[in-house]
Protein backbone atom coordinates (compact mmCIF):
# COMPACT_ATOMS: atom_id res chain seq x y z
CA UNK A 1 0.00 0.00 0.00
CA UNK A 2 1.82 3.25 -1.04
CA UNK A 3 1.80 6.01 1.41
CA UNK A 4 1.15 9.86 0.93
CA UNK A 5 3.50 11.84 2.12
CA UNK A 6 2.23 14.69 4.25
CA UNK A 7 2.66 18.52 4.24
CA UNK A 8 3.49 20.60 6.89
CA UNK A 9 1.00 23.10 6.28
CA UNK A 10 -1.66 21.39 5.59
CA UNK A 11 -1.44 18.82 8.85
CA UNK A 12 0.97 19.86 11.43
CA UNK A 13 0.11 23.47 11.90
CA UNK A 14 -3.33 22.95 11.99
CA UNK A 15 -2.23 20.00 14.41
CA UNK A 16 -0.32 22.33 16.59
CA UNK A 17 -3.11 24.38 16.60
CA UNK A 18 -5.83 21.83 17.98
CA UNK A 19 -3.20 20.38 20.86
CA UNK A 20 -2.62 24.30 21.95
CA UNK A 21 -6.63 24.80 22.32
CA UNK A 22 -7.02 22.00 24.26
CA UNK A 23 -4.49 22.69 26.21
CA UNK A 24 -6.09 26.22 27.49
CA UNK A 25 -9.62 24.79 26.85
CA UNK A 26 -8.71 22.04 29.78
CA UNK A 27 -7.03 25.27 31.67
CA UNK A 28 -9.96 27.24 31.49
CA UNK A 29 -12.36 23.84 32.34
CA UNK A 30 -11.27 24.22 35.53
CA UNK A 31 -12.74 27.45 35.89
CA UNK A 32 -15.75 26.68 33.97
CA UNK A 33 -17.14 23.50 32.93
CA UNK A 34 -19.71 25.00 30.09
CA UNK A 35 -16.29 26.27 28.53
CA UNK A 36 -14.92 22.98 28.29
CA UNK A 37 -17.99 21.37 26.63
CA UNK A 38 -17.48 24.34 24.24
CA UNK A 39 -14.45 23.90 23.48
CA UNK A 40 -14.80 20.34 23.05
CA UNK A 41 -16.59 20.30 20.65
CA UNK A 42 -14.24 23.17 19.01
CA UNK A 43 -11.49 20.44 18.94
CA UNK A 44 -13.71 17.88 17.47
CA UNK A 45 -14.40 20.15 14.73
CA UNK A 46 -10.30 21.10 13.96
CA UNK A 47 -9.79 17.29 14.46
CA UNK A 48 -12.26 16.92 11.85
CA UNK A 49 -10.93 19.04 9.92
CA UNK A 50 -7.35 17.72 10.02
CA UNK A 51 -8.70 14.53 9.20
CA UNK A 52 -9.64 15.63 5.94
CA UNK A 53 -6.82 17.13 4.73
CA UNK A 54 -4.91 14.29 5.30
CA UNK A 55 -4.95 12.17 1.95
CA UNK A 56 -6.36 8.73 2.47
CA UNK A 57 -3.89 5.95 1.39
CA UNK A 58 -4.70 4.10 -2.22
CA UNK A 59 -6.91 0.88 -2.10
CA UNK A 60 -5.47 -2.32 -2.88
CA UNK A 61 -6.73 -3.21 -6.35
CA UNK A 62 -8.60 -6.56 -4.54
CA UNK A 63 -10.48 -4.10 -2.38
CA UNK A 64 -11.09 -1.30 -4.84
CA UNK A 65 -15.04 -2.42 -4.74
CA UNK A 66 -15.29 -5.86 -2.56
CA UNK A 67 -15.86 -5.07 1.13
CA UNK A 68 -17.57 -7.42 3.54
CA UNK A 69 -21.29 -6.33 4.21
CA UNK A 70 -22.95 -9.02 6.53
CA UNK A 71 -23.71 -12.21 5.52
CA UNK A 72 -22.51 -11.49 1.88
CA UNK A 73 -20.44 -9.38 0.32
CA UNK A 74 -20.75 -5.96 -1.56
CA UNK A 75 -19.64 -4.93 -5.16
CA UNK A 76 -20.71 -0.92 -5.74
CA UNK A 77 -23.83 -0.61 -3.90
CA UNK A 78 -24.75 -4.59 -4.27
CA UNK A 79 -24.50 -7.09 -1.58
CA UNK A 80 -24.29 -10.84 -2.88
CA UNK A 81 -25.08 -13.91 -0.86
CA UNK A 82 -23.46 -16.93 -1.60
CA UNK A 83 -25.67 -20.31 -0.49
CA UNK A 84 -27.16 -23.75 -0.91
CA UNK A 85 -26.36 -27.02 0.78
CA UNK A 86 -24.95 -30.53 0.04
CA UNK A 87 -27.11 -33.28 0.86
CA UNK A 88 -26.69 -36.62 0.40
CA UNK A 89 -29.30 -39.78 0.34
CA UNK A 90 -29.55 -43.12 0.66
CA UNK A 91 -32.47 -44.85 -0.73
CA UNK A 92 -33.70 -48.27 0.39
CA UNK A 93 -36.93 -48.90 -2.84
CA UNK A 94 -38.76 -52.07 -2.15
CA UNK A 95 -40.28 -54.04 -5.54
CA UNK A 96 -36.76 -53.35 -7.26
CA UNK A 97 -36.66 -49.94 -7.05
CA UNK A 98 -33.20 -48.79 -6.80
CA UNK A 99 -33.58 -45.02 -8.05
CA UNK A 100 -31.65 -45.70 -11.68
CA UNK A 101 -29.09 -43.30 -11.84
CA UNK A 102 -29.56 -42.79 -8.29
CA UNK A 103 -32.72 -40.01 -9.74
CA UNK A 104 -34.29 -39.14 -5.98
CA UNK A 105 -37.05 -37.26 -7.39
CA UNK A 106 -38.82 -39.81 -9.00
CA UNK A 107 -42.30 -39.20 -10.12
CA UNK A 108 -45.00 -40.81 -7.45
CA UNK A 109 -46.32 -43.21 -10.89
CA UNK A 110 -42.70 -44.00 -10.77
CA UNK A 111 -43.90 -45.93 -7.60
CA UNK A 112 -46.60 -47.01 -8.78
CA UNK A 113 -44.88 -48.79 -11.68
CA UNK A 114 -42.36 -50.93 -9.06
CA UNK A 115 -45.41 -51.83 -7.08
CA UNK A 116 -47.49 -53.06 -10.09
CA UNK A 117 -44.16 -55.27 -10.51
CA UNK A 118 -44.78 -56.85 -7.12
CA UNK A 119 -41.37 -58.86 -7.19
CA UNK A 120 -40.64 -58.40 -3.59
CA UNK A 121 -36.52 -56.86 -3.73
CA UNK A 122 -35.28 -54.03 -2.47
CA UNK A 123 -32.79 -52.63 -4.08
CA UNK A 124 -30.51 -49.58 -2.76
CA UNK A 125 -29.61 -46.23 -4.70
CA UNK A 126 -26.88 -43.34 -3.26
CA UNK A 127 -27.02 -39.72 -4.06
CA UNK A 128 -26.23 -36.24 -3.54
CA UNK A 129 -27.82 -34.53 -7.08
CA UNK A 130 -30.24 -32.90 -4.64
CA UNK A 131 -27.78 -30.41 -3.61
CA UNK A 132 -28.22 -26.89 -4.31
CA UNK A 133 -26.66 -23.71 -5.29
CA UNK A 134 -27.76 -20.21 -5.14
CA UNK A 135 -26.60 -16.88 -5.46
CA UNK A 136 -28.42 -13.70 -4.20
CA UNK A 137 -28.39 -9.91 -4.66
CA UNK A 138 -29.77 -7.20 -3.12
CA UNK A 139 -29.30 -3.33 -5.06
CA UNK A 140 -30.65 -0.69 -2.77
CA UNK A 141 -32.51 2.76 -4.41
CA UNK A 142 -33.31 1.31 -8.56
CA UNK A 143 -35.57 3.60 -9.56
CA UNK A 144 -36.74 4.61 -6.18
CA UNK A 145 -36.98 0.72 -5.44
CA UNK A 146 -34.88 -1.82 -4.01
CA UNK A 147 -33.81 -4.80 -6.49
CA UNK A 148 -33.08 -8.33 -5.71
CA UNK A 149 -32.51 -11.44 -7.39
CA UNK A 150 -32.38 -15.06 -7.36
CA UNK A 151 -30.26 -17.99 -8.71
CA UNK A 152 -30.73 -21.77 -8.22
CA UNK A 153 -29.68 -24.76 -9.52
CA UNK A 154 -29.31 -28.16 -8.52
CA UNK A 155 -28.00 -31.71 -10.81
CA UNK A 156 -32.03 -33.42 -10.90
CA UNK A 157 -32.37 -33.72 -14.63
CA UNK A 158 -34.55 -36.29 -15.86
CA UNK A 159 -33.89 -40.04 -14.81
CA UNK A 160 -32.61 -40.31 -18.57
CA UNK A 161 -30.37 -37.20 -18.28
CA UNK A 162 -26.66 -37.60 -18.99
CA UNK A 163 -24.77 -39.74 -16.36
CA UNK A 164 -24.26 -42.69 -14.97
CA UNK A 165 -23.19 -45.02 -12.24
CA UNK A 166 -20.41 -46.73 -13.59
CA UNK A 167 -17.34 -44.45 -12.67
CA UNK A 168 -18.21 -40.80 -12.67
CA UNK A 169 -21.67 -40.44 -11.34
CA UNK A 170 -21.66 -36.68 -13.09
CA UNK A 171 -24.61 -35.00 -14.04
CA UNK A 172 -25.19 -31.03 -15.84
CA UNK A 173 -26.82 -28.64 -13.17
CA UNK A 174 -29.86 -27.78 -13.90
CA UNK A 175 -31.91 -24.51 -13.37
CA UNK A 176 -34.41 -24.75 -10.57
CA UNK A 177 -35.39 -21.02 -9.72
CA UNK A 178 -34.17 -17.79 -11.43
CA UNK A 179 -36.30 -14.73 -10.76
CA UNK A 180 -35.86 -10.94 -9.79
CA UNK A 181 -37.97 -8.62 -7.81
CA UNK A 182 -38.55 -5.19 -7.98
CA UNK A 183 -41.51 -2.57 -6.56
CA UNK A 184 -43.60 -5.38 -6.01
CA UNK A 185 -43.05 -7.37 -8.82
CA UNK A 186 -41.31 -10.30 -9.56
CA UNK A 187 -40.45 -11.75 -12.74
CA UNK A 188 -38.58 -15.14 -13.79
CA UNK A 189 -39.43 -18.68 -12.53
CA UNK A 190 -40.17 -19.58 -9.19
CA UNK A 191 -42.61 -21.52 -7.08
CA UNK A 192 -46.51 -21.08 -8.23
CA UNK A 193 -48.37 -18.45 -6.59
CA UNK A 194 -50.58 -21.44 -6.82
CA UNK A 195 -49.43 -22.92 -3.49
CA UNK A 196 -48.01 -21.82 -0.36
CA UNK A 197 -44.70 -23.25 1.08
CA UNK A 198 -45.66 -23.04 4.39
CA UNK A 199 -47.95 -25.74 4.53
CA UNK A 200 -45.28 -28.02 2.85
CA UNK A 201 -44.43 -30.89 4.91
CA UNK A 202 -40.92 -31.69 6.31
CA UNK A 203 -40.10 -34.62 4.39
CA UNK A 204 -36.49 -36.14 3.57
CA UNK A 205 -37.85 -37.35 0.03
CA UNK A 206 -37.94 -34.03 -1.47
CA UNK A 207 -41.38 -33.22 -2.81
CA UNK A 208 -42.60 -36.78 -3.08
CA UNK A 209 -46.26 -36.92 -1.47
CA UNK A 210 -49.91 -38.07 -3.06
CA UNK A 211 -50.94 -34.75 -3.42
CA UNK A 212 -48.88 -31.74 -2.37
CA UNK A 213 -49.01 -28.84 -4.72
CA UNK A 214 -45.34 -28.28 -5.46
CA UNK A 215 -44.17 -26.95 -8.89
CA UNK A 216 -41.86 -23.92 -10.00
CA UNK A 217 -42.31 -22.11 -13.59
CA UNK A 218 -41.88 -18.87 -15.50
CA UNK A 219 -43.90 -16.39 -14.28
CA UNK A 220 -45.34 -12.14 -14.09
CA UNK A 221 -46.39 -11.64 -10.10
CA UNK A 222 -47.64 -8.79 -8.53
CA UNK A 223 -47.52 -8.40 -4.71
CA UNK A 224 -49.72 -6.22 -3.00
CA UNK A 225 -50.28 -6.09 0.83
CA UNK A 226 -53.21 -6.52 1.78
CA UNK A 227 -55.20 -7.08 5.55
CA UNK A 228 -53.64 -8.83 8.20
CA UNK A 229 -51.16 -10.11 4.61
CA UNK A 230 -50.90 -10.05 1.14
CA UNK A 231 -52.38 -10.94 -2.06
CA UNK A 232 -50.36 -12.38 -4.99
CA UNK A 233 -51.30 -12.30 -8.66
CA UNK A 234 -49.69 -13.85 -11.41
CA UNK A 235 -49.93 -15.05 -15.12
CA UNK A 236 -47.36 -18.14 -15.07
CA UNK A 237 -46.44 -20.18 -17.80
CA UNK A 238 -49.15 -22.68 -19.43
CA UNK A 239 -48.37 -25.97 -19.79
CA UNK A 240 -51.25 -29.40 -20.77
CA UNK A 241 -48.13 -32.16 -21.28
CA UNK A 242 -49.08 -35.64 -20.61
CA UNK A 243 -46.34 -37.54 -19.52
CA UNK A 244 -43.12 -36.82 -21.04
CA UNK A 245 -44.41 -35.01 -24.19
CA UNK A 246 -45.24 -31.44 -24.03
CA UNK A 247 -47.27 -29.83 -26.92
CA UNK A 248 -47.00 -25.94 -26.28
CA UNK A 249 -49.87 -25.40 -28.17
CA UNK A 250 -51.69 -22.64 -25.33
CA UNK A 251 -53.27 -19.41 -26.29
CA UNK A 252 -53.20 -18.10 -22.77
CA UNK A 253 -51.26 -17.84 -19.53
CA UNK A 254 -52.80 -19.50 -16.58
CA UNK A 255 -54.07 -16.79 -14.36
CA UNK A 256 -53.13 -17.68 -10.66
CA UNK A 257 -54.07 -15.74 -7.19
CA UNK A 258 -53.16 -16.53 -3.88
CA UNK A 259 -54.34 -14.76 -0.52
CA UNK A 260 -52.10 -14.90 2.11
CA UNK A 261 -53.24 -14.35 6.01
CA UNK A 262 -50.55 -14.24 8.80
CA UNK A 263 -50.84 -13.89 12.30
CA UNK A 264 -49.59 -15.54 15.45
CA UNK A 265 -52.14 -18.05 14.82
CA UNK A 266 -50.72 -19.29 12.08
CA UNK A 267 -50.30 -19.02 7.86
CA UNK A 268 -53.36 -18.99 5.96
CA UNK A 269 -53.66 -19.30 2.32
CA UNK A 270 -56.48 -19.36 -0.16
CA UNK A 271 -55.56 -19.98 -3.75
CA UNK A 272 -57.28 -19.88 -6.94
CA UNK A 273 -56.15 -20.95 -10.96
CA UNK A 274 -57.89 -20.53 -14.07
CA UNK A 275 -56.34 -22.34 -17.65
CA UNK A 276 -56.98 -22.31 -21.17
CA UNK A 277 -56.68 -26.35 -21.95
CA UNK A 278 -56.18 -26.77 -25.71
CA UNK A 279 -55.45 -29.61 -28.05
CA UNK A 280 -53.95 -27.96 -31.88
CA UNK A 281 -55.21 -31.47 -33.55
CA UNK A 282 -58.42 -31.76 -32.00
CA UNK A 283 -58.61 -27.73 -32.60
CA UNK A 284 -60.73 -27.38 -29.57
CA UNK A 285 -60.33 -25.38 -25.67
CA UNK A 286 -61.97 -25.60 -22.24
CA UNK A 287 -61.87 -22.91 -19.85
CA UNK A 288 -61.26 -24.32 -16.70
CA UNK A 289 -59.63 -23.56 -13.24
CA UNK A 290 -59.04 -25.32 -9.51
CA UNK A 291 -58.98 -23.96 -5.58
CA UNK A 292 -56.56 -24.68 -3.15
CA UNK A 293 -57.05 -24.15 0.65
CA UNK A 294 -54.00 -24.27 2.86
CA UNK A 295 -52.37 -23.64 6.29
CA UNK A 296 -49.85 -23.76 9.02
CA UNK A 297 -51.08 -23.61 12.72
CA UNK A 298 -48.67 -23.36 15.66
CA UNK A 299 -49.66 -25.85 18.06
CA UNK A 300 -47.72 -26.81 21.47
CA UNK A 301 -44.32 -24.76 21.79
CA UNK A 302 -42.41 -25.40 18.83
CA UNK A 303 -45.15 -27.98 17.07
CA UNK A 304 -47.09 -26.82 14.02
CA UNK A 305 -50.08 -28.83 12.06
CA UNK A 306 -50.02 -28.21 8.58
CA UNK A 307 -52.78 -28.99 5.90
CA UNK A 308 -53.46 -28.34 2.09
CA UNK A 309 -56.87 -29.34 -0.02
CA UNK A 310 -56.92 -28.47 -3.58
CA UNK A 311 -60.29 -29.30 -5.83
CA UNK A 312 -60.22 -28.99 -9.40
CA UNK A 313 -58.19 -29.45 -12.91
CA UNK A 314 -55.18 -29.95 -10.69
CA UNK A 315 -53.14 -31.72 -13.83
CA UNK A 316 -49.43 -31.05 -13.50
CA UNK A 317 -49.57 -29.05 -10.72
CA UNK A 318 -50.35 -31.75 -8.14
CA UNK A 319 -47.92 -34.18 -6.66
CA UNK A 320 -45.17 -34.17 -9.14
CA UNK A 321 -47.70 -34.40 -12.36
CA UNK A 322 -49.82 -37.21 -11.34
CA UNK A 323 -52.22 -37.19 -13.31
CA UNK A 324 -52.70 -35.45 -16.78
CA UNK A 325 -55.01 -31.99 -17.32
CA UNK A 326 -57.19 -33.77 -19.99
CA UNK A 327 -58.71 -37.24 -20.38
CA UNK A 328 -56.80 -38.89 -22.60
CA UNK A 329 -59.08 -41.52 -23.74
CA UNK A 330 -61.42 -39.03 -24.86
CA UNK A 331 -58.68 -36.59 -26.12
CA UNK A 332 -57.81 -39.98 -28.33
CA UNK A 333 -61.40 -39.55 -29.32
CA UNK A 334 -60.92 -35.60 -30.78
CA UNK A 335 -62.69 -34.66 -27.54
CA UNK A 336 -60.83 -32.25 -24.83
CA UNK A 337 -62.37 -32.78 -21.29
CA UNK A 338 -60.37 -31.49 -18.48
CA UNK A 339 -59.62 -33.90 -15.92
CA UNK A 340 -61.42 -33.28 -12.21
CA UNK A 341 -58.75 -34.53 -9.32
CA UNK A 342 -58.73 -33.57 -5.50
CA UNK A 343 -55.89 -34.01 -3.34
CA UNK A 344 -55.43 -33.50 0.56
CA UNK A 345 -52.37 -33.39 2.61
CA UNK A 346 -52.08 -33.22 6.35
CA UNK A 347 -48.62 -33.18 8.28
CA UNK A 348 -47.65 -32.56 11.66
CA UNK A 349 -44.51 -31.63 13.00
CA UNK A 350 -42.98 -32.33 16.48
CA UNK A 351 -40.03 -31.44 18.21
CA UNK A 352 -38.92 -34.18 20.85
CA UNK A 353 -36.58 -31.50 22.19
CA UNK A 354 -34.55 -28.28 20.61
CA UNK A 355 -32.10 -30.82 18.38
CA UNK A 356 -34.72 -33.50 17.89
CA UNK A 357 -37.58 -33.24 15.62
CA UNK A 358 -40.13 -35.80 13.73
CA UNK A 359 -42.60 -35.30 11.27
CA UNK A 360 -45.72 -37.14 10.21
CA UNK A 361 -47.25 -36.66 6.99
CA UNK A 362 -50.20 -37.99 5.38
CA UNK A 363 -51.03 -37.36 1.58
CA UNK A 364 -54.25 -38.28 -1.13
CA UNK A 365 -55.46 -37.64 -4.19
CA UNK A 366 -58.32 -39.77 -6.66
CA UNK A 367 -59.17 -38.86 -10.18
CA UNK A 368 -62.95 -37.29 -9.79
CA UNK A 369 -64.46 -37.36 -12.69
CA UNK A 370 -65.34 -40.70 -15.06
CA UNK A 371 -63.12 -42.14 -17.33
CA UNK A 372 -64.07 -42.19 -20.74
CA UNK A 373 -61.52 -45.01 -21.32
CA UNK A 374 -60.08 -46.35 -18.32
CA UNK A 375 -57.15 -46.77 -17.59
CA UNK A 376 -56.36 -45.19 -21.18
CA UNK A 377 -57.53 -42.11 -19.72
CA UNK A 378 -54.84 -41.26 -17.68
CA UNK A 379 -50.65 -42.03 -17.06
CA UNK A 380 -50.64 -45.03 -14.69
CA UNK A 381 -52.79 -47.53 -14.07
CA UNK A 382 -54.23 -46.33 -10.69
CA UNK A 383 -57.01 -43.56 -10.04
CA UNK A 384 -56.30 -43.03 -6.62
CA UNK A 385 -53.28 -43.00 -4.32
CA UNK A 386 -52.40 -42.25 -0.78
CA UNK A 387 -48.31 -41.39 1.03
CA UNK A 388 -47.57 -41.74 4.57
CA UNK A 389 -44.19 -40.38 5.54
CA UNK A 390 -42.64 -40.46 8.97
CA UNK A 391 -39.23 -39.48 9.45
CA UNK A 392 -36.81 -38.76 12.71
CA UNK A 393 -34.38 -35.54 12.21
CA UNK A 394 -31.41 -34.28 14.47
CA UNK A 395 -29.89 -30.36 13.83
CA UNK A 396 -27.13 -29.96 16.26
CA UNK A 397 -26.11 -26.86 14.52
CA UNK A 398 -28.50 -24.93 12.37
CA UNK A 399 -26.03 -25.50 9.39
CA UNK A 400 -26.66 -29.66 9.71
CA UNK A 401 -29.30 -32.10 9.31
CA UNK A 402 -28.89 -36.09 9.52
CA UNK A 403 -32.51 -37.81 9.22
CA UNK A 404 -34.21 -41.23 8.54
CA UNK A 405 -37.37 -41.12 6.92
CA UNK A 406 -40.11 -44.11 5.99
CA UNK A 407 -42.21 -43.78 3.47
CA UNK A 408 -45.50 -45.98 2.02
CA UNK A 409 -47.56 -45.70 -0.72
CA UNK A 410 -50.77 -47.54 -1.90
CA UNK A 411 -52.00 -47.61 -5.82
CA UNK A 412 -55.89 -48.31 -5.86
CA UNK A 413 -56.27 -49.77 -9.62
CA UNK A 414 -58.97 -48.59 -12.02
CA UNK A 415 -62.44 -50.35 -11.82
CA UNK A 416 -60.79 -52.71 -9.27
CA UNK A 417 -60.66 -53.42 -5.68
CA UNK A 418 -57.09 -54.22 -5.87
CA UNK A 419 -54.41 -52.09 -4.85
CA UNK A 420 -50.65 -52.16 -5.12
CA UNK A 421 -47.91 -51.03 -2.66
CA UNK A 422 -44.54 -49.24 -2.12
CA UNK A 423 -42.45 -48.92 0.61
CA UNK A 424 -39.18 -46.59 0.74
CA UNK A 425 -36.53 -46.08 3.53
CA UNK A 426 -33.59 -43.02 3.35
CA UNK A 427 -31.33 -41.63 4.99
CA UNK A 428 -30.33 -38.48 4.21
CA UNK A 429 -27.76 -35.77 5.62
CA UNK A 430 -27.65 -31.93 4.23
CA UNK A 431 -24.62 -29.71 5.20
CA UNK A 432 -25.35 -25.99 4.69
CA UNK A 433 -23.45 -23.14 3.57
Known sequence: MRKTTRSFNKNTLTRSIALVTLTVGSGAALAQESELEALKKQVERLEKQVSERIEAPEYDAKNLYLLQDGNGFKIGNTTITIAGFIKADAIFGSDGNGTRNSYSVGLPRTFASAAATDTGDWKT????????????????????????????????????????????????????????????????????????????????????????????????????????????????????????????????????????????????????????IEDDAADKTDVTGAVSLSARIPTFGRDDLRLQYSYGTLG?????????????????????????????????????????RSNLSLSQTEI???????????????DKSASVHANLIWSPHKKLDLGLEYAYWDFDRIGSDSSEQYEQVIASARLRF
Not at 240 to 253: A, H, W
Not at 327 to 343: I, N, Q
Request: charged residues 20%; proline residues 6%; glycine residues 10%.
Open 125 to 276: GFTARESRFSLGTKTPDVAGSTLTTYLEMDFQGGIDAPGNEVVSNSYNPRLRQAYGSWNSWDFGQTYTTFSDLAAMPEILDQGKQAAFIYSVQPMLRYNMASPGGKLMVALENPEDGFGSTSYDDQSYPDLTARYQLRSKLGIYSVAGMVRS
Open 316 to 356: RYLGLFTYPDLDLGALAAGEVEPLKTYGATIAYRHFWSPQW
Open 368 to 382: VDDLANPPAGTLSYF
